[in-house]
């Protein structure tokens, strides 16, 4: 069984670029949420994808969106980046809420 | 006042202690509750889910209370390997779900 996996690892981006980052979930499960973590602080909730639709967003600004595909795979967008948007981005898929999320090791995201 | 609010800690406690953290929440349609440990630098893992009767996996027992909106987690016989972060994670609606910012725990020889 394959966890879930997200890409790249690591990435650096200039302030005001554009980034997408890439979460494939466990097999099984139709449900993706991703998570802004700063250092020393828990995961924030960004928002979650139910078989394609956006179904729950945590207080973040529109430039922030994602997609999810047929697959259950998903993307995150993050649009004019700002240096606070530095962190680790954490993706989790799950079968249903009562399970649990199964995360992926997460993207760390550097902007200078 | 925090959605969901944990004591940071640090807990530094002697191998073989029991320790015990909660974790409260403030919105009582909350549907699901879970501990998570986080490693340094690492992904959190699901450590167990919460049930309102309570549940045991092992040394670790979770409880919640929902007339109080608290659940709790308690370790026993503590090793050196349970030195992590815990998480505590509610669902505060079908779709949203919260972390606390986690309490920290080493365990000392």
């Known amino acids: 069984e394959t966890g879930v996996t997200q890409s790249p690892t690591h990435l650096i981006k200039t302030r005001g670029q554009q980034v997408t980052l890439r979460c494939s979930s466990q097999?099984?499960?139709?449900?993706v949420s991703w998570y802004q973590q700063a250092l020393g602080q828990g995961p924030q909730f960004i928002f979650q994808y139910y078989r394609e639709e956006e179904n729950g967003r945590g207080n973040f600004p529109p430039r922030f969106s994602g997609l999810q595909f047929p697959n259950y795979s998903s993307e995150l967008n993050v649009n004019a980046l700002e240096l606070d948007d530095s962190a680790l981005y954490l993706c989790?898929?799950?079968?249903?809420?009562?399970?649990?999320?199964?995360f992926g090791s997460g993207t760390r995201l550097t902007v200078v | 006042r925090k959605e969901v609010e944990q004591d940071p800690g640090p807990f530094n406690v002697p191998e073989g202690a029991t320790v015990a953290f909660n974790c409260t929440y403030s919105?009582?349609?909350?549907?699901?509750f879970f501990w998570y440990r986080q490693d340094c630098r690492k992904e959190p893992k699901l450590l167990m889910s919460v049930y309102s009767s309570g549940n045991e996996d092992g040394r670790f027992t979770a409880q919640l209370n929902r007339a109080s909106q608290y659940i709790s987690l308690l370790i026993r016989d503590s090793k050196l390997s349970d030195s992590a972060t815990y998480l505590c994670v509610v669902n505060v609606q079908a779709s949203k779900i919260i972390f606390g910012s986690g309490t920290r725990l080493s365990i000392r020889p």
């Open positions: 097999s099984g499960h139709n449900t």
């Open positions: 919105n009582s349609a909350s549907q699901s």
């Open positions: 989790a898929s799950s079968q249903g809420q009562q399970y649990g999320y199964t």
